[in-house]
């Protein structure tokens, strides 16, 4: 499996060209006028225009209305919505609902979450709409987003770790191990691709990219030498 990525907080056109240049599968857009990386929706369908085809536009939302969102999509028309705030299970599928859009919804991971906890938290919002995607993983910090901040990846049950968008505290130096370790569906990076807040760092996405594949390329392998060992009746560990 191909690990998805996801670039988050594009304010520019030329991080756009770098996003699409290195490979990424989804660009995210910030309509939350708190964040230093928000977007006017107005500004986001200027960037949406040169984003080519099949690649996922993502509208990222805090404590928004239905209404709030489905204004702001009708000027930007984002591919799939992502809920980063507060949103109870049934809000979060009302606003997918209002706007017709897929959606992920975020769990902040604390120290003392429980696995058991988010495979709940999935199950519940799955049951609650047929547009929700997945959950995306985030660091619980004070503010809405990980902060660049990253939490302990042991605590994402092995078998909800393949439906699942990890975030929070990702750089180049950890995704590697972070793919390889985790096996997430996807991954989502926002600060740790920057040459300043909202200022997107070519070299540091493409690095980045280079870096979740190489995860991927140790899954291959470790995936080899299991079906290898298999094959022979041998253990695999």
């Not at 989804?26 to 690649?55: D, H, M, N, Q």
């Not at 096996?183 to 920057?194: F, L, M, Q």
Request: aromatic share 6%; net charge negative; charged share 20%.
């Amino acid at each position: 499996m191909r690990t998805r990525i996801k670039i988050c907080g594009l304010t520019r056109q030329e991080d756009i060209q770098a996003v699409v240049a290195a490979g990424a599968d989804a660009i995210g857009f910030v309509f939350y006028p708190k964040s230093p990386r928000y977007v006017t929706p107005e500004r986001a369908a200027e960037l949406i225009r040169a984003v080519p085809p099949f690649i996922t536009t993502v509208g990222l939302f805090v404590n928004a209305t239905p209404e709030e969102v489905a204004a702001a999509v009708r000027i930007a028309p984002v591919s799939l919505i992502q809920l980063h705030g507060d949103e109870t299970i049934a809000e979060a599928a009302a606003i997918a609902a209002a706007v017709n859009r897929p959606f992920l919804k975020v769990f902040r991971v604390k120290p003392d979450t429980a696995p058991d906890e988010l495979l709940e938290y999935e199950q519940a919002n799955r049951a609650a709409s047929p547009l929700f995607t997945s959950l995306l993983l985030d660091t619980y910090v004070d503010a809405y987003g990980g902060a660049g901040k990253g939490f302990d990846w042991s605590l994402i049950p092995k078998d909800l770790a393949p439906r699942v968008v990890l975030s929070g505290g990702l750089s180049v130096h950890n995704a590697t191990d972070a793919v390889a370790g985790v096996r997430p569906y996807a991954v989502d990076i926002s600060s740790g691709v920057e040459a300043a807040k909202g200022i997107k760092d070519a070299r540091k996405i493409a690095d980045f990219v280079a870096a979740v594949r190489a995860g991927d390329t140790t899954i291959e392998r470790e995936h080899i030498h299991e079906t290898s060992v298999s094959r022979q009746g041998l253990p695999t560990s």
